[in-house]
């Protein structure tokens, strides 16, 4: 058994991540969908979700492994109930794949308002595969908001200019443009490695999301000092891009094991950029 699987095991369930924990941050080893209506209505800034995709991933349950209509059905009330737990100008993203990305998209966009639809490429290296359509190598997510007054913050994710570009575009014309001086749009295609199994940030979880993107999510649409809301936490990597970044959060994850990994990440974490200080943080809430 692994270090981080005898930590599981000495943890009692609905107990994981209370302990030892950045200020801000909460763990919670419980069903999100059993304790949605426990949370106040209008009370967090983002809500990043990595659900399971309905493709018969092992997370240690039976999560994933429903019909094509019964884990839409499930998905689609799940996001019914936790639409309104965000604020006016709060955001929802969602991972899904292209399976049933259609139909997820279209339910949402019935009930907020569609931002983006972003193709995350895995960088999968190309080694045989299926002879009998494309391989498919990406993740779909959709960016969806409340209203037309979300919170966004491109200057936050821009991507800076190498010198060689930066020179070559430093024409008089484009002098004191931001763009220039502080980056370019991040753009709707994502090019990001997903973690493979030597990768030094890897941890035990099928699914395990690169913190690269996470990370541009949590400081384009939660405002510094807000909080983020995720409903399956599984390694706890939106966990850690709120802690470094000085956002509050509250996380679900129903498996002890993922919980108890989630909280060795933020144990080993160096102090966040901006320590969350509940005395002067004026809305700062525990749930």
Same mark, same amino acid.
């Given at each position: ?20 924990? *950045? ?22 800034? =983002? ?27 499930? $998905? ?55 002879? !009998?359509?494309? $391989? ?21 994710? &821009? ?5 060689? $570009?930066?020179?070559?575009?430093? &024409? ?9 001086? =502080? ?13 493979? &199994?030597?990768?030094?940030? !890897?941890?035990?979880? *099928? ?8 990370? !541009? ?5 939660? *405002?510094?000092?807000?909080?983020? =809301? ?32 989630? !909280?060795?990440?933020? $144990? ?9 200080? *509940? ?9």
């Amino acid at each position: 058994m692994s270090s981080r699987s005898i930590a599981a095991a000495a943890i009692a369930p609905g107990e994981a991540g209370l302990f030892d924990l *950045p200020p801000g941050i909460e763990l919670r080893n419980r069903d999100f969908t059993a304790e949605i209506e426990a949370l106040p209505d209008a009370s967090f800034d =983002l809500i990043l979700s990595d659900p399971p995709y309905g493709l018969g991933k092992d997370y240690g349950n039976d999560s994933d492994k429903l019909s094509a209509d019964a884990h839409l059905a499930w $998905t689609y009330d799940w996001l019914e109930r936790c639409i309104p737990k965000l604020k006016a100008s709060g955001s929802l993203y969602i991972f899904c794949t292209w399976q049933y990305a259609p139909e997820i998209f279209c339910f949402l966009k019935r009930h907020m308002l569609m931002i983006n639809e972003i193709v995350w490429d895995r960088r999968v290296p190309s080694m045989g595969g299926t002879t !009998r359509r494309f $391989t498919s190598v990406h993740d779909n997510i959709g960016l969806f908001a409340v209203s037309r007054d979300y919170y966004f913050d491109l200057d936050a994710v &821009r991507i800076p200019y190498d010198a060689v $570009t930066k020179k070559a575009r430093s &024409r008089k014309l484009f002098e004191g443009s931001k763009w220039l001086e =502080l980056g370019y749009n991040p753009k709707d295609l994502w090019s990001v490695s997903r973690l493979h &199994r030597q990768h030094a940030e !890897r941890v035990e979880h *099928p699914t395990q999301k690169p913190l690269e993107i996470v990370e !541009r999510m949590v400081l384009a649409s939660c *405002p510094p000092g807000g909080q983020v =809301l995720d409903p399956f936490m599984g390694s706890g990597t939106t966990a850690v891009a709120c802690a470094k970044h000085g956002r509050r959060f509250v996380g679900y994850e129903i498996n002890p094991e993922y919980c108890a990994v989630a !909280r060795q990440r933020l $144990t080993e974490l160096q102090a966040p950029t901006r320590p969350l200080d *509940p005395e002067k943080d004026s809305d700062y809430v525990s749930y």
